[in-house]
């Protein structure tokens, strides 16, 4: 079988090089013209020996998912269904913005933690993406939106030019389907190629995973890649987060806070993004609001508030206008920076929690709870 180089950050490139008697530059090389330069035919890269790109065409291949779909909205946003194999599909989603282009990402097919308002955790979990299906979303994403800019359809591709070679993506958030963290391993190494000056250099701010609060898994994320970090919060007590989110009772809030906490002293910002979707009647209200200030009153973090994404059967409700803005007038007077996610490309259910793709669900059937409020 040939190997995926796409698969492999420098550093385990460099080793198969090297373990075919080949020298390390020769492994740079190969990664910029895959990576940087958006390369997936040997013979394309034509400053290696015609010997060494045969032996390359022999043992390995750069193969990303395969787009099944491709949408773009109205607002610029474009959104792909890959095909993760035996009928699954996840989808990353292009958010195009003045100042940069923000691609958010897959981490797993489907997400095994079950949160009720997510129509990722609905679909129940399949399994884990491999590196290659994780940076391959990346790598696509740019070759596509080059060949859109070149159409004449693209959105601002000068944006904030960033990285060694200039492209669409200036910035990955770990907000696709999947709970990063559970994938830690392939997350980390998807992200290290991410990173690489070599490959996209993306630095550690312009890369934000989100996590439910796996606690111990923030703590070895900061040793092993601290990146920017985000906590889905979602409600001011164990109670109601618990309710929420179930893996709450694995990891109550002050041992997710206290993580965070932790993780700034690694950080490559001084604060943590605070995410709460805002579901009406369930968890916006002020009183909540003056809970969650009090909460946060310890971490140095910034609030991103989220209203909630429709999708069909969620048993949610969209929050009004103005209790979104009472909401965060509570935040903004307890001296919290706080913004509200603006909804982009709903009109392709690309937004926020709107990300089905084609789960097949391994795990057990949900158990339904008859009468279930929410
Ligand atoms: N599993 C990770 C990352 C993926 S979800 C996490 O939970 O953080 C990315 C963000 O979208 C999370 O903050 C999540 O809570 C939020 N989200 C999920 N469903 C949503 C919905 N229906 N409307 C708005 N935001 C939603
Ligand atoms: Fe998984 Fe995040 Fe969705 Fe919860 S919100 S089910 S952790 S993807």
Not at 295 to 315: C, Y
Request: charged share 25%; proline share 5%.
């Amino acid at each position: 079988m040939r190997t995926n180089l796409l698969a492999l950050p420098l550093p385990a490139l460099t080793e198969w090089f090297a373990a075919r008697g080949d020298k390390a530059f020769r492994a740079r090389q190969v990664f910029a013209w895959i990576h940087q330069r958006g390369v997936d035919d040997f013979d394309a890269m034509t400053d290696l020996a015609k010997s060494l790109r045969d032996r390359l065409k022999d043992e390995a291949e750069v193969r990303a998912p395969a787009i099944l779909s491709e949408h773009r909205s109205a607002d610029g946003t474009v959104k792909w269904l890959f095909d993760v194999g035996v009928g699954n599909g996840v989808e990353t989603v292009f958010i195009p913005e003045d100042d940069r282009g923000t691609l958010c990402v897959s981490s797993q097919v489907g997400c095994a933690l079950d949160c009720g308002f997510c129509s990722t955790g609905r679909q129940g979990f399949n399994r884990d993406l491999g590196v290659a299906e994780i940076v391959g979303q990346l790598w696509v994403a740019n070759r596509r939106l080059e060949a859109m800019a070149r159409e004449g359809l693209a959105y601002r591709l000068e944006a904030a030019s960033v990285g060694a070679t200039p492209k669409p993506v200036t910035n990955v958030v770990m907000m696709g389907m999947g709970e990063p963290l559970n994938n830690f391993d392939n997350v980390v190494d998807a992200m290290a190629v991410m990173l690489d000056d070599n490959a996209y250099g993306l630095s550690r701010r312009r890369v934000t995973l989100s996590t439910s609060g796996v606690a111990p898994l923030i703590r070895k994320l900061g040793d092993r890649l601290p990146v920017a970090l985000a906590l889905s919060l979602h409600a001011p007590d164990d109670a109601l987060r618990s309710e929420l989110m179930p893996i709450n009772r694995t990891y109550p809030i002050a041992e997710v806070l206290a993580a965070c906490r932790d993780y700034l002293a690694v950080a490559p910002r001084d604060f943590i993004t605070i995410e709460y979707v805002l579901l009406a009647g369930v968890n916006d209200s002020p009183a909540q609001a003056r809970a969650l200030a009090e909460l946060l009153k310890a971490l140095p973090s910034k609030v991103n508030l989220i209203p909630f994404n429709p999708f069909p059967d969620s048993g949610f409700a969209k929050p009004s206008v103005a209790s979104v803005a009472a909401f965060r007038d509570v935040l903004v007077k307890a001296g919290f920076v706080t913004t509200v996610r603006k909804t982009r490309g709903d009109d392709i259910d690309a937004a926020c929690g709107q990300l089905a793709g084609q789960v097949v669900n391994r795990m057990k059937p949900r158990v339904v709870r008859i009468g279930a409020s929410a």
